[in-house]
């Protein structure tokens, strides 16, 4: 563990306010809310106006666009300050009144512009077809598809307000009970009280011992709280039961299918791919591991441990920093230019606090701002690999900012390919440094091991997600029918090399993704085996590839992902291209073979 950890960076948040009690916050507010009382009064029950000419139309509509954009943002900059204000100190309990009374607000003054969608998508196809061949209107086609997908799936106006407002009493209230439960949690280590972030961070040790005593503090700390955990998972799942029933979803996972843009059988071929392949990777991998361990099997807490001899002194701040923007710059100067950014302006908290979230993430903010990255760095190479990862989300969202707030935002699929992509930079520098044979078996293990997280790890997940969410349809769910799902499919995407501990059932209660975002996981698994084959092609020709992959990533969610990835020649309906993906984690597991 790093010593000094005062060196990591804190965000610094003064480019979208100096303070929660800012007069400038206090001013926005109130300009959102006439600016949200205009627009309504201006366009509801009135999108394309009473003149019939075409011309006139289209300019309203292109208006109105306009002006629900500039909405969108001035919601997202409030909104994300009062979140980033929150999560690193969610103790704090000014400040969880705050992010509470903040978050109220604007679901309130929200609901008055829900109309405009649900307007939008009762516009005869042959009008709509007709103004966006409109020289100011072509661009939000894709725009315009991505709504109307949804109409099979929308409500009435009324509703769709009660089903808004309700969310803050709902969803985002178990939300944000757990987050405050996970981030407030102490374990007891050794008679020291620790975050549950710093314990889980001791299961990477090169100490048996101490690995064992981190793994059976975390998951004793669980099982303690397993009660309220059940509770919300059984609550969130139900909750997206109501909606998607009202919905008319035929089942769990098509909302998220639908957001990401992408067809159920891409993610069916996608699955069942990694699925039949358990046996040649992780399974293998994980045999392979506990001969290197020279043990048996793999109990629970060596899963992730180094392997012997391992370099386990940590990576200072600085060096991290150096590595990664050299990885970048490598690559690209333009990209490592965007990423200097984020280091130059302090728009990266990564210092470990009591009371902040676990995790990381970059936080998108608004179009018109910029990103924010939270990780929680503690000198470990995962660490420096989740740091590349980040500067990747950030790097892309910098890049599709100047679509604006409406094309911008890339489906989870695309989202996560610049994350991984930066990962996979990152891990070749560090091979590239390296000066033994040694180094660089241990840097292989642990991208294979960062693979398998990746890929098998979140497909299992997903199959976890999905078992419970069909489950909870038929009744409620005790914590031990939870925990069975939960062994099933980690045993199945783990192998018989790991033996697995009694406490490792309790191990789904702190995964963020199943209460944030159900279903989501799937999305890394995508982006690596997607970023497996964009990076042999630039392997194999790195001609005019920096170019593509710019573009790729400026493009946001203004094309469909099958429009993007054909200039590369790579097409995800094809099931050889998950094959493709997963046989780099092969090779590689031939390789550490070879040299172990």
């Given at each position: 563990?790093l010593?000094?950890?005062?060196?990591c960076?804190?965000?610094?948040?003064?480019?979208?306010?100096?303070?929660?009690?800012?007069?400038?916050?206090?001013?926005?507010?109130?300009?959102?809310e006439?600016?949200?009382?205009?627009?309504?009064?201006?366009?509801?029950g009135?999108i394309?106006g009473?003149d019939?000419?075409?011309d006139k139309?289209a300019?309203?509509?292109?208006?109105s666009?306009?002006?629900?954009?500039?909405?969108?943002?001035?919601?997202?900059k409030?909104?994300?300050y009062?979140?980033l204000?929150h999560?690193?100190?969610?103790?704090?309990?000014?400040?969880?009144k705050?992010?509470?009374?903040?978050?109220t607000?604007?679901t309130?003054?929200?609901?008055k512009?829900?109309?405009?969608?649900?307007e939008?998508?009762k516009l005869?196809?042959n009008v709509?077809?007709?103004?966006l061949?409109?020289?100011?209107?072509?661009?939000?086609?894709?725009?315009?598809?991505?709504?109307?997908k949804?109409?099979p799936?929308?409500?009435?106006?009324e509703?769709?307000?009660i089903?808004?407002?309700?969310?803050?009493?709902?969803?985002?209230?178990?939300?944000?009970?757990?987050?405050?439960t996970?981030?407030n949690?102490?374990?007891s280590?050794?008679?020291r009280?620790v975050?549950l972030?710093?314990?889980?961070?001791?299961l990477?040790?090169?100490?048996?011992?101490?690995?064992?005593?981190?793994?059976l503090a975390?998951s004793?700390k669980?099982?303690?709280?397993i009660?309220?955990?059940?509770?919300?998972?059984?609550t969130?799942?139900?909750?997206?039961a109501?909606s998607?029933?009202?919905r008319n979803?035929?089942n769990?996972e098509?909302?998220?299918h639908?957001?990401?843009?992408?067809?159920?059988?891409?993610?069916?071929a996608?699955?069942n791919t990694?699925?039949?392949n358990?046996?040649i990777t992780?399974?293998?991998y994980?045999?392979?591991?506990a001969?290197?361990?020279?043990?048996?099997?793999?109990?629970s807490?060596?899963r992730?441990?180094p392997l012997p001899?391992a370099?386990?002194?940590?990576?200072e701040?600085?060096?991290a920093k150096?590595?990664?923007i050299?990885?970048?710059e490598?690559?690209?100067k333009?990209?490592?230019d965007?990423v200097?950014?984020?280091?130059?302006?302090?728009w990266?908290d990564?210092?470990?606090?009591e009371?902040?979230?676990?995790?990381a993430?970059a936080?998108?903010?608004t179009?018109?701002?910029?990103?924010?990255?939270?990780l929680?760095?503690q000198?470990?190479p995962r660490?420096?690999m989740?740091l590349?990862?980040e500067?990747g989300?950030?790097?892309h969202?910098?890049?599709?900012?100047?679509l604006?707030?409406?094309?911008?935002?890339?489906p989870?699929?695309?989202?996560?390919?610049?994350s991984?992509?930066?990962e996979?930079l990152t891990?070749k520098?560090?091979?590239?440094k390296?000066s033994?044979d040694?180094?660089k078996?241990?840097?292989?293990?642990?991208k294979?091991e960062d693979?398998?997280n990746t890929?098998?790890r979140?497909?299992?997940f997903f199959?976890?997600e999905q078992?419970?969410?069909q489950k909870?349809?038929?009744?409620?769910?005790?914590?031990e029918?939870?925990?069975n799902?939960?062994?099933?499919t980690?045993s199945a995407?783990l192998?018989?090399?790991i033996?697995?501990?009694e406490q490792?059932?309790?191990l789904?209660a702190y995964?963020p993704?199943?209460?944030?975002?159900?279903?989501?996981?799937?999305a890394?698994?995508?982006?690596d085996?997607?970023?497996?084959?964009?990076?042999?092609i630039y392997e194999d020709?790195?001609?005019?590839?920096?170019?593509?992959y710019?573009s790729l990533?400026?493009?946001g969610g203004?094309?469909h992902h099958?429009?993007?990835?054909?200039?590369?020649?790579l097409d995800?309906s094809n099931?050889?291209f998950?094959?493709?993906?997963?046989?780099?984690?092969s090779s590689?597991?031939?390789?550490?073979?070879?040299?172990s």
């Amino acid at each position: 563990m790093l010593d000094n950890t005062n060196a990591c960076p804190q965000w610094n948040l003064r480019d979208l306010y100096i303070s929660p009690t800012s007069e400038q916050f206090s001013k926005d507010f109130k300009t959102l809310e006439s600016d949200v009382d205009d627009f309504a009064d201006t366009y509801k029950g009135n999108i394309l106006g009473h003149d019939s000419n075409y011309d006139k139309q289209a300019k309203r509509l292109k208006n109105s666009i306009n002006k629900y954009e500039e909405l969108i943002n001035l919601i997202g900059k409030l909104s994300a300050y009062s979140t980033l204000y929150h999560v690193t100190n969610t103790s704090d309990p000014v400040r969880t009144k705050f992010y509470g009374d903040t978050h109220t607000k604007i679901t309130d003054i929200s609901n008055k512009v829900i109309f405009y969608e649900l307007e939008l998508n009762k516009l005869e196809d042959n009008v709509l077809d007709e103004l966006l061949t409109h020289a100011d209107l072509s661009k939000y086609k894709s725009w315009f598809k991505n709504i109307r997908k949804y109409k099979p799936h929308q409500l009435t106006d009324e509703i769709e307000k009660i089903f808004q407002e309700k969310s803050m009493t709902s969803f985002s209230a178990w939300n944000r009970l757990f987050d405050q439960t996970i981030s407030n949690m102490k374990v007891s280590l050794d008679g020291r009280s620790v975050s549950l972030e710093e314990a889980l961070n001791l299961l990477l040790s090169d100490k048996e011992e101490e690995r064992k005593i981190a793994f059976l503090a975390v998951s004793s700390k669980l099982e303690e709280n397993i009660p309220l955990f059940t509770h919300i998972m059984n609550t969130i799942c139900q909750d997206k039961a109501i909606s998607d029933k009202w919905r008319n979803y035929s089942n769990s996972e098509e909302s998220r299918h639908l957001a990401n843009n992408i067809e159920p059988e891409v993610i069916s071929a996608l699955v069942n791919t990694v699925e039949s392949n358990y046996e040649i990777t992780s399974h293998r991998y994980y045999a392979l591991k506990a001969k290197l361990l020279n043990k048996t099997y793999l109990e629970s807490w060596d899963r992730n441990a180094p392997l012997p001899d391992a370099n386990t002194k940590p990576i200072e701040w600085s060096e991290a920093k150096e590595i990664v923007i050299e990885a970048y710059e490598e690559f690209s100067k333009d990209i490592a230019d965007i990423v200097r950014l984020f280091f130059d302006n302090n728009w990266i908290d990564a210092r470990v606090n009591e009371g902040k979230v676990n995790g990381a993430f970059a936080h998108p903010v608004t179009t018109d701002t910029h990103p924010y990255i939270l990780l929680n760095y503690q000198g470990k190479p995962r660490d420096v690999m989740t740091l590349a990862h980040e500067l990747g989300h950030g790097v892309h969202q910098v890049l599709a900012s100047d679509l604006g707030p409406l094309l911008s935002d890339t489906p989870l699929t695309l989202a996560e390919t610049a994350s991984v992509f930066g990962e996979m930079l990152t891990y070749k520098k560090l091979v590239r440094k390296t000066s033994n044979d040694l180094e660089k078996k241990v840097l292989l293990a642990s991208k294979i091991e960062d693979m398998i997280n990746t890929v098998v790890r979140q497909i299992s997940f997903f199959k976890f997600e999905q078992y419970v969410h069909q489950k909870r349809k038929m009744g409620e769910l005790t914590a031990e029918d939870i925990s069975n799902i939960w062994i099933d499919t980690q045993s199945a995407s783990l192998g018989p090399a790991i033996k697995m501990h009694e406490q490792h059932k309790y191990l789904w209660a702190y995964i963020p993704h199943f209460i944030h975002s159900p279903f989501y996981v799937y999305a890394y698994a995508f982006g690596d085996c997607l970023v497996n084959s964009l990076y042999a092609i630039y392997e194999d020709n790195p001609t005019n590839f920096v170019d593509k992959y710019i573009s790729l990533l400026s493009s946001g969610g203004a094309k469909h992902h099958k429009d993007l990835l054909t200039p590369f020649g790579l097409d995800t309906s094809n099931p050889d291209f998950w094959d493709s993906g997963l046989s780099l984690i092969s090779s590689m597991i031939d390789e550490l073979e070879k040299i172990s």
